[in-house]
């Protein structure tokens, strides 16, 4: 696994380097509070968090009087930390937890296009590393190539694949994998669902299905909800509709590489309630890191 912090420097120091340097004026007049509050909400940290911040940070500089710039850059640390939120659980749950012998269970969901099928690759990988055996749910019967770029990974990690016919029940598939999975003595199944959202009750109804028919079989470990970092809000509009439907227990943020809004990390896990995980840093199989709250604040204020 990639450390956190070494990779995030380049893209992320932009927002802290921002609000830094709005910090150090001499006067902090409403005019440059404003630019503070849209500096923070062109970084994707939403609304609602952008406000408590500012007044933080304003009730702070008050009463701090004079700041010398490592003063600043403390008190912003502080206060980003609390938002990302040090104190959540961001383990990936790949144990079963249903005490019974059967492999963990760990649903994949999200929007096509924002890497559910690579990030599902990439936890394979770090797993099998893991000295764990691993099966692979190519549950994605819609999207054409999803099945055989699920199974290059497969083979490449050394994980199997279950398949299913194109076009076929994702349902089925998803059934097949975790009961192969239990036959075959798997510590881990690994189901990549479809993420059709034309329609939002079409994907209720399959998405909600595929969640019904394995948990014939003992209960869902881990739901993770891959996010693409690029889409701002729209990610947020996607979170919302996937945890109508399915109980979202870990968000991963991929592309965060190719952006440097990282504080979509703020504004998505106040959204659900629910921790970001992992991130996706590249297309590479390795470009895959745990989320360390300190790691990634030290990253924006740097
Ligand atoms: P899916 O439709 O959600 O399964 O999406 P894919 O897994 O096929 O990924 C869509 C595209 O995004 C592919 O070209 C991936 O290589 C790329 N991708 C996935 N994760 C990342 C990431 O963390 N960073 C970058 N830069 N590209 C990524």
Known sequence: ???????????????????????????????????????????????????????????????????????????????????????????????????????????????????????????????????????????????????DQLQTWGDRVGARTVRGPEGGDPASVAFDAVKEGTAAGADVVLVDTAGRLHTKSGLMDELGKVKRVVEKQGPVDEVLLVLDATTGQNGLVQARVFAEVVNITGIVLTKLDGTAKGGIVIAVQRELGVPVKLVGLGEGADDLAPFEAEAFVDALVE
Do not use: Y
């Open 1 to 147: 696994l990639v450390r956190l912090r070494a990779r995030l420097s380049r893209s992320q120091g932009a927002l802290g380097k921002g609000l830094l340097t709005l910090l150090s004026r001499d006067r902090l007049d409403e005019d440059t509070w404003e630019e503070v509050e849209d500096t923070l909400l062109t970084a994707d940290v939403g609304v609602a968090p952008t406000q408590e911040l500012v007044e933080r940070l304003r009730e702070r500089v008050r009463v701090l009087g004079t700041r010398t710039p490592d003063e600043l850059r403390t008190l912003l640390r502080e206060e980003l930390l609390a938002l990302v939120d040090p104190t959540f659980d961001r383990m990936v749950h790949t144990e079963t937890t249903g005490g019974e012998d059967r492999p963990g269970v760990v649903l994949v969901v999200g929007v096509n296009g924002t890497g559910k099928t690579t990030t599902t690759g990439k936890l394979a990988r770090v797993l099998v590393a893991d000295g764990k055996s691993v099966v692979l749910g190519a549950a994605d019967t819609f999207r054409a190539a999803a099945a």
